[in-house]
């Protein structure tokens, strides 16, 4: 603790224990208490207390108030708890005799202000800071302080019954794992008393009949095995395994939904999962046992895990996809389709049942395919799906949300009938649809894929949210059709969906509502990214309407559209201005109208997010070389510095530093030099020196920008600046910096680069660069850039750059001042008062 | 009762029987019929003219001069004819009254008020009157103005009618479709319009009292409540909860009805209106752009207001500033102007604005600044001003008649043209058949306000009238769709259906009917409490009834006892306060009865049970007692003295006052 605030602490102390305060801010009582625990987390003496007797007086002198405020008393839980931590300040404050009076049977258990949660929760979490010791946990449990914490595993406040059993978790584990010397059986005995009696309380909870006490013990236990791997968490197990696994089985228990998770928890603990037999049979009995949505979960989770028994994984994902063979069976006539699942894991008739009814239905089918959709985007999963059922399975629920198909079965009406126009199922499937475009396999079913997809799009009934996913979709599943060998009525198929495609799109982009139009042009930007090299797909695309309704686009009254706009519009520009065999373009803008619009939107644009897209575009533009030769290039790159640089939109000014740093690795490699300054040089190629490139940078303007971007006042750019030129003076400055002052002051532009320097170091703490002249600077002279990055310290400015920008106002000593500050308004008050 | 003169769910018309009134709800006028029809041209159309007539399979040519073909569809070359509500089922000059609930429904008042012996009133509210007077003036005008010297009649014999191809075969009543009425009788009709407002109370014969809620569907659109002081009847007729233009629909004043007649439901119950605004937009938009013209067949009041709204806010987003829209309709004016003018009926938004002052409808604006103009007809200003590529909106939207039918002409060789249907009304297949083949494109997005079943489901939920009586069509799903059981009315107890030509006996009973005790006969009254809480008061009074309400009153006094003491005449008997023998109440429980009865020296009691009680034999004295729950009777053979015990053992049981 620094001397400051060795000195302002007392008066923070007293302040804090005088009732009449007002509660003070509670974000301030947080940080007050990490402070603590800063200091005490490697300082197991006693001095803190010792040297600050303010901190007992305070705890004292708020435990002597006949009314002390929730806040503050839940503070002053939190804070002995955290004193007490070490052995040594434990003993101070038992010595004090304050420990008893707040956390043992004389502490605020019977008052009135415990039926506040956040004095329960106090208290919790100062028990919880304190035993971190023995003293401490024989002082809990000697002085009933257990009981408590049973007791408050059931506190109506979610937020004390999941710290109480946390503190329980801690406890045990600590109790265990410090109290034990020997390896622990399963005989009572050998526990030692603490765990014994939490053991004991988990056993009899579980043995009763009301879920109220059940539940807790199952959380506890789920937390427990979930953050504690050791040995001894198997022969508590063993304990109560009998016991849960009836729970499975009995029809009356009421809290099956929380099994799931505590398997869940124990297959990923080492301890459980590395078991042969038992626990592996309990898990397929819960997943035959729990009902869908309970298991669905546990199922999903268990495929993630890497030990797992192959059949267990089988059985988990088939318990997933019960419900899409349900669906794919209802709907189909019999011997159509053979289903998904050659065998059900539990009972169909509980899954026929959930999907009879509205809300079961969606709520099931939401969360099965929320389920698949993150299964499938894992890269390794361990079991093989049934890509084409599933897919069957997919597209029969997005025809019966839309109505289009008749179902085959009583049960299929009533899905059916269930599932018309539920937009959260419509927007699932479409989820896992378009992940499922990743996988391979399913080929033969894609063109009819295409009729499901179809529908959605042309239909006027789809909500803009609904067709956003079915864009994304199609768009994955487009690409995945042009990747497909092409026989020739195949080909034909494919023609005919690039048409209708194209079709539905055009009108689309027509709509009066902005979402729409926004969708429609993601959807174009990212089908021209995955297919800008197939002729077919360049060939209906330039001969629909679709490029010039684009183009219209990027003057929409609608920001987003027209940011929108300008992306799909810059990606257009690869397959119209920037191909190789650039096409006839009709009656479409040329290309220099197309940059000048754009660049237009960059300076004049209302909003930033076109104008961000703007920026992002030309960067792509230069990074894929389609802005000409390097003269070219340079014009473009300067113009655009020039009208970024003044933006107000951070973004798009870090967009333009983005761009400055492609065009420089860009440049770098046009000119022949390696993107590594160490590289050996070859010699066959006559390399030009790093003054051309020098040349090169500030014809462009490069500097200018950079080096007033380090006075931004937005952080981001600033650092990237930075980042920038650090990288620019490695290849200029290879080996060492101008660290002798003589010698900037000796060159010619020595005083104007000395400025600068100065106006660095104050600027980027003051985040102002002046804008009147840069006194004398010359940002385009070579030379005196040169001279700039050699003697400008741009680590040290680097480092005070990434200081966040609250390391001021963020120290302990301005907090304890801030507490003084708010206390002093009281005391004028009072004197306004007379 | 109900009798249902109509088939068609959306143009409604049936009589309510009700208390003593006779009400008839609504009386649309089903123009699907004209669809069978050859379009009436405004500019001589030589391919119209040129088609071949009809020739039956035998060859025989002799309807060839009534039916032309095109494109393998037959159709009558003739006046357009109408198909009307059913006139048979009932003398429709007993109706008393007939209420409108909105400007759509009204179309064949002319017919019924002009040709049944009508005398009653006819109830609606203001906008709906303009409106309606708009719609039939446009209907008129059109027909009137293309004159037909040939009526074609022949076809419609029911044994050539036979031969005929369909859908001609299977039209229905076809004896029955009459050609359009004549402004004189629209005048005449609208006459006997009485105005109203929302929520004023109605009162009919004092029998019944009838009230207009807002329907949400259109200007001045209405749903009824039909009461008496026991039995609520609503009228729910074409009805909307979208937010559009018209004041939003009062769903709270339909509570607690014991009958709700549903009708008026969207004919297109897979559509949803937003979705379809979006589809006319994008499609106009596309057309233009590609230097088309697109035509939107309508009718001169309704949807098309909304449509110019978001027109108003779509075309500079689309571009769409420099093309012109063309409003063709003999009311388009009007209809433009009255709009402006009834804010009282328009939706919070809009009558706000009347306050700012503005123009309710944006529509004003885009008159203003040249963006949207109006002729009467194609003749005349029209021809001066028409540019190309543009929007034409004009009607019939059965493409029969009206200006519509020049420009599906005139416009429908190019493919580049697309003809947009918005109106729900007709099948857009039947209406574009006489032009065949087309080029032109067609897009099909009827956009329909009105409730879908799904809000139909809520709004019963919400309401919970004791029966719904709806058309059959809304019990089913619809035959193109038999899977769809989610678009069907769906309540409990089923809702009752009916369809053309049927009578229905509305589930409720008259059980109750209010009367009216006069305060000095109330006061005269000595109630006399029998349980806690039911008192009992005998009331001699005379029944008073004019107008259907009934009051009690004191009976007149009797006549000063004549100083002679002469004896009355009979004929002069009053219900006098003479000394009144005093009620009995109670029941007689049988086994005490047959004790006392035995107590009383009668040995040989017999009791047996009857359907309505007991009969208790006195053997002996042939003597029968009949106990039932409401009379006993005891019959015994001039045994007077034994009849009197009998009586006083019974009377024994029961409580006097």
Known sequence: ?834 | FQYCLSGHPTLPCNVLKFKSTTIMLDCGLDMTSTLNFLPLPLVQSPRLSKLPGWVLKDGSTFLDKELKECSGHVFVDSVPEFCLPETELLDLSTVDVILISNYHCMMALPYITEYTGFTGTVYATEPTVQIGRLLMEELVNSIERVPKAQSASMWKNKEVQRLLPAPLKDAVEVSMWRKCYTMPEVNAALSKIQLVGYSQKIELFGAVQVTPLSSGYALGSSNWIIQSHYEKVSYVSGSSLLTTHPQPMDQAALKNSDVLILTGLTQIPTANPDGMVGEFCSNLAMTVRNGGNVLVPCYPSGVIYDLLECLYQYIDSAGLSNVPFYFISPVANSSLEFSQIFAEWLCHNKQTKVYLPEPPFPHAELIQTNKLKHYPSIHGDFSNDFKQPCVVFTGHPSLRFGDVVHFMELWGKSSLNTVIFTEPDFSYLDALAPYQPLAMKCVYCPIDTRLNFIQVSKLLKEVQPLHVVCPEQYTQPPPTQSHRTDLMVDCQPPAMSYRRAEVLTLPYKRRYEKIEIMPDLADSLVPLEIKPGISLATVSAVLHTKDNKHVLQLPPKPPQPPASKKRKRVSDEVPECKSLKPLLSGSIPVDQFVQTLEKHGFSDVKVEDTAKGHIVLLQEAETLIQLEEDSTHIICDNDEPLRVKLRDLVLKFLQKF
């Not at chain 1, 009301?210 to 807790?216: D, I, R």
């Not at chain 1, 195949?490 to 729409?516: A, G, N, Y």
């Not at chain 1, 400055?660 to 860009?666: A, L, N, P, Q």
Request: with cysteine.
């Open chain 1, 1 to 834: 603790m620094t001397r400051e605030c060795a000195a302002l602490l007392p008066g923070v102390c007293a302040a804090l224990a005088d009732p009449r305060q007002p509660g003070l801010d509670d974000t301030c009582l947080e940080k007050l208490l990490d402070w603590f625990r800063s200091l005490t987390w490697f300082d197991p003496t006693a001095e803190l207390v010792q040297d600050n007797p303010c901190l007992t007086e305070l705890i004292s002198s708020v435990l002597a108030l006949p009314e002390p405020s929730p806040s503050i008393l839940s503070f002053t839980l939190q804070l002995a708890g955290i004193l007490a931590s070490s052995e040594n300040r434990f003993q101070h404050l038992q010595q004090e005799q304050l420990l008893g009076r707040l956390f043992g049977p004389a502490g605020p258990q019977g008052s009135a202000v415990w039926e506040e949660a956040s004095v329960r929760s106090g208290w919790v979490k100062g028990v919880h800071s304190m035993v971190l010791h023995l003293p401490a946990l024989h002082f809990l449990c000697s002085e009933g302080g257990m009981d408590v914490i049973f007791a408050l595993q059931g506190d109506p406040s979610l937020f004390v019954a999941s710290a109480a059993s946390q503190l329980l978790v801690h406890v045990l584990t600590f109790s265990v794992e410090s109290e034990t010397s020997k390896p622990l059986s399963t005989k009572d005995c050998d526990w030692p008393a603490c765990a014994q009696r939490i053991i004991k309380h988990i056993e009899a909870s579980l043995q009763s009949s009301s879920a109220s006490h059940v539940e807790p013990s199952l959380k506890l236990l789920t937390s427990l095995f979930g953050s504690c791997y050791a040995a001894w968490t198997e022969v508590l197990w063993l304990n109560i395994a009998k016991q849960i696994e009836s729970f499975l089985v009995a029809e009356t228990f009421q809290a099956q939904h929380l099994l799931g998770n505590l398997l869940l928890n124990m297959a990923r603990s080492p301890v459980f999962s590395d078991t042969e037999g038992s626990f592996w049979a309990l898990v397929t009995s819960a997943l035959e046992h729990l009902t869908p949505v309970q298991a669905g979960p546990l199922a999903a989770g268990l495929l993630r895990l890497c030990k797992c028994p192959q059949d267990v994984r089988i059985q988990a994902l088939t318990v997933l996809l019960q419900p899409m063979d349900c669906i794919l069976r209802a709907a189909s006539q019999p011997l159509e389709y053979a289903g998904l699942l050659d065998e059900s894991v539990s009972d169909p008739v509980t899954v026929e049942s959930l999907l009879s009814s509205k809300t079961s239905c969606t709520g099931l089918l939401c969360q099965t395919l929320a389920h698949l959709e993150k299964l499938l985007s894992l890269k390794h999963l361990r079991v093989d799906l049934p890509c084409v059922p599933l897919l069957h399975s997919l597209m029969t629920i997005l025809q019966f949300c839309n109505g289009f198909l008749s179902p085959a079965s009583p049960l299929g009406s009533t899905i059916s009938r269930n599932l018309i126009n539920c937009f959260r199922v419509q927007k699932s499937a479409l989820d896992v649809l378009a992940a499922l475009a990743e996988k391979k396999g399913c080929d033969t079913v894609i063109r009819s894929l295409f009729d499901v997809l179809l529908p959605y799009l042309e239909s006027p009934n789809t909500s803009p949210t609904v067709l956003k996913k079915a864009f994304q979709a199609t768009s994955k599943w487009l690409v995945r059709l042009q990747e497909l060998s092409c026989s020739n009525s195949q080909c034909q198929q494919t023609e005919k969906i690039l048409e209708d495609v194209f079709l539905v799109l055009q009108k689309r982009l027509c709509s009066p509502c902005w979402e729409v139009r926004d969708s429609s042009l993601e959807f174009l930007a990212a089908v021209i990214k995955g297919l800008r090299d197939q002729d077919e797909f360049r060939q209906f695309l330039l001969s629909s309407e679709v490029p010039r309704l684009a183009e219209n686009l990027l003057e929409d009254p609608e920001s987003y559209v027209r940011a929108s706009a300008v992306t799909a519009v810059g990606h257009l520009a690869f397959i119209t201005y920037f191909a190789p065999e650039s096409p006839v373009m009709g009656n479409l803008c040329n290309k220099e109208n197309t940059v000048a619009k754009l660049q237009e939107i960059l300076s004049t644009d209302s909003e930033g997010f076109p104008r961000r897209a703007v920026i992002t575009i030309f960067t792509k533009w230069l990074r894929e070389g389609c802005t000409g030769q390097l003269e070219d290039t340079q014009q473009f790159v300067s113009a655009v510095i020039q009208t970024v640089e003044h933006d107000l939109d951070w973004e798009v000014r870090l967009g333009g530093l983005e761009m400055v740093e492609v065009f420089c690795s860009k440049t770098i490699h046009q000119l022949g030099l390696s993107e590594c300054p160490y590289a050996p040089v070859s010699s066959a190629v006559t390399s030009p020196t790093p003054q051309n490139l020098l040349q090169v940078f500030c014809r462009a303007k490069l500097f200018g920008f950079l080096f007033r971007s380090l006075c931004d006042c937005d952080k981001p750019v600033g650092q990237r600046a930075c980042d920038i030129l650090i990288g620019l003076r490695g290849r200029f400055y290879p080996v060492s910096t101008l660290e002798n002052p003589q010698e900037i002051e000796d060159s010619p532009a020595g005083h104007s680069i000395a400025w600068l320097q100065r106006t660095l170091r104050q600027g980027s703490l003051a985040q102002n660069f002046p804008t009147d002249g840069s006194n004398g600077v010359d940002f385009q002279d070579p030379e005196s850039m040169m001279l700039a990055l050699g003697a400008i310290d741009l680590l040290e400015l680097h480092d005070e750059l990434n200081k966040s920008s609250d390391h001021m106002e963020k120290s302990p000593q301005s907090l304890l001042q801030d507490i003084l500050a708010t206390a002093g308004t009281i005391e004028e008050n009072e004197v306004d008062c007379y």
